[in-house]
């Protein structure tokens, strides 16, 4: 049976983003990248919601790896090398390859998914991953905490009880990473 796993890089105070929706002060260094690259390895599908899947798919453009680390490269690799599925009611086609769409997210399905696959997903999108909070799905959270305080935004949790158990800390750089397993 596969695991859902949840992973984000927050600030100190919580959020991905924030009040204007920027997320400058994230922005990974390449140990931070290549720890996001280790966790993402064996995932074999990326459950994004909409917004999210907009901003990743610029990783399906070769282009984008000019001038790159090897790190970054590697992230691009992994991102096309991976099955996505974008949950949208408003977006009409996906434009990414190994992209398929679902209209709305039904709990039972991914549930059904998780116990069909042995590959690990992954998912993305605030509100995305509050609704697989919410129903029991998300087995692991992986947040890596940047040196930040933005003061509002973007919640990185849902605004749900969470009963976390804490399973590995460690600092990358200038960032903390904090794993947790979801009970």
């Known amino acids: 049976m596969a695991r859902l796993l949840y992973m984000n890089?927050?600030?100190v105070d919580g959020y991905i983003a924030d009040r204007s929706g920027s997320f400058s002060w994230a922005a990974p260094d390449d140990d931070v990248h290549a720890a996001v690259n280790d966790l993402l390895r064996p995932v074999g599908t990326y459950?994004?919601?909409?917004?999210?899947?907009?901003?990743?798919?610029a990783w399906e453009d070769p282009a984008i790896e000019a001038g790159r680390s090897a790190v970054v490269r590697d992230f691009a690799e992994i991102w096309r090398a991976t099955d996505k599925i974008v949950y949208s009611s408003t977006l009409p086609s996906v434009d990414?390859?190994?992209t398929g769409i679902a209209r709305s997210f039904e709990p039972d399905v991914v549930r059904d998914f998780k116990e069909r696959t042995t590959a690990d997903l992954a998912v993305g999108g605030p509100g995305l991953?509050?609704?697989?909070?919410?129903?029991?799905?998300?087995?692991?959270?992986?947040?890596?905490?940047?040196?930040?305080?933005?003061g509002g935004g973007?919640?990185?949790l849902p605004d749900a009880r969470l009963d976390l158990e804490l399973t590995g800390e460690e600092r990358i750089g200038r960032f903390v990473r904090l794993t947790y397993r979801v009970h």
């Open 9 to 11: 890089i927050m600030s």
């Open 47 to 57: 459950l994004y919601g909409r917004r999210l899947y907009e901003v990743m798919r």
């Open 96 to 98: 990414t390859a190994r």
């Open 129 to 150: 991953a509050a609704s697989a909070f919410r129903a029991g799905l998300v087995d692991e959270v992986t947040l890596f905490v940047a040196p930040a305080v933005v």
């Open 154 to 156: 973007t919640a990185a």
